[in-house]
């Protein structure tokens, strides 16, 4: 069984500029999140979708943070403008349903300069 | 007060040692306790999880909670350098995962 795909696997923008991840989870599982894992942290949940609907975004700072899973499969978060404080591992996880089951992918490692 | 507390650690232990990791946590809701464990550059991995107060074994790994105390701990037996690694406890109330900050454990041969 495929895991969860990411990429890319590492970027580094200066701030202000805009840049995009993308996932796609495992197959057949309807649950996907995006975490945000700085540095010494443990990861934070920023946005829960359950196919192509939000669950949960309440940790998402909507001002510069959007994400999308439109066809209820892969998904994309994107930041614009970047900040400083962005620079992390951006982690997308699967399930088939609640928490418990949760894949995780290897992770885009950002920096912001 | 953050609803997850975790040893910050780091620890390092030789080869062959028991390896002990603790949480502690504030949310009554929460209904499941979760370890992973998370290799550099990796994404973390479930390692094992339980719902009841008590002990649970799995191979040299031994995960209890004490909901009493809203206590939770991870033993790792006879410790081998592969188990070198950060290893994060999770806890679940509804769908809902929160991670405590991490343990980075290294075992040296």
């Known amino acids: 069984e495929a895991g969860v795909a990411q990429s890319p696997r590492y970027k580094i923008i200066e701030k202000r500029q805009s840049v995009a991840f993308w996932c796609n989870p495992i197959?057949?599982?309807?649950?996907l999140y995006w975490y945000q894992q700085i540095l010494g942290q443990g990861p934070k949940l920023l946005i829960q979708?359950?196919?192509?609907?939000?669950?949960?975004d309440s940790q998402l700072p909507k001002d510069r943070f959007s994400a999308e899973r439109l066809k209820g499969v892969d998904s994309t978060l994107k930041i614009q403008p970047a900040k400083l404080e962005d620079s992390a591992v951006y982690l997308c996880?699967?399930?088939?349903?609640?928490?418990?089951?949760?894949?995780f992918g290897p992770g885009t490692r950002l920096t912001v300069l | 007060q953050k609803e997850v507390e975790q040893d910050p650690g780091p620890l390092s232990v030789p080869e062959g040692a028991i390896v002990s990791l603790n949480c502690t946590y504030s949310?009554?809701?929460?209904?499941?306790f979760m370890w992973y464990r998370q290799y550099s550059r990796k994404g973390p991995e479930l390692l094992m999880y339980?719902?009841?107060?008590g002990n649970k074994e799995d191979g040299r790994f031994t995960a209890q909670v004490d909901k009493s105390s809203k206590y939770i701990s991870l033993f790792i037996r006879d410790s081998q350098p592969s188990d070198s690694a950060t290893y994060l406890c999770?806890?679940?109330?509804?769908?809902?995962?929160?991670f405590g900050a991490g343990t980075t454990v290294t075992v040296r041969a």
């Open positions: 339980t719902y009841s107060s």
């Open positions: 979708f359950q196919n192509n609907g939000v669950v949960d």
């Open positions: 999770a806890m679940s109330s509804d769908y809902k995962l929160s």
């Open positions: 197959s057949g599982h309807a649950t």
């Open positions: 996880a699967s399930s088939l349903g609640g928490s418990l089951g949760q894949f």
């Open positions: 949310n009554s809701a929460f209904q499941y």
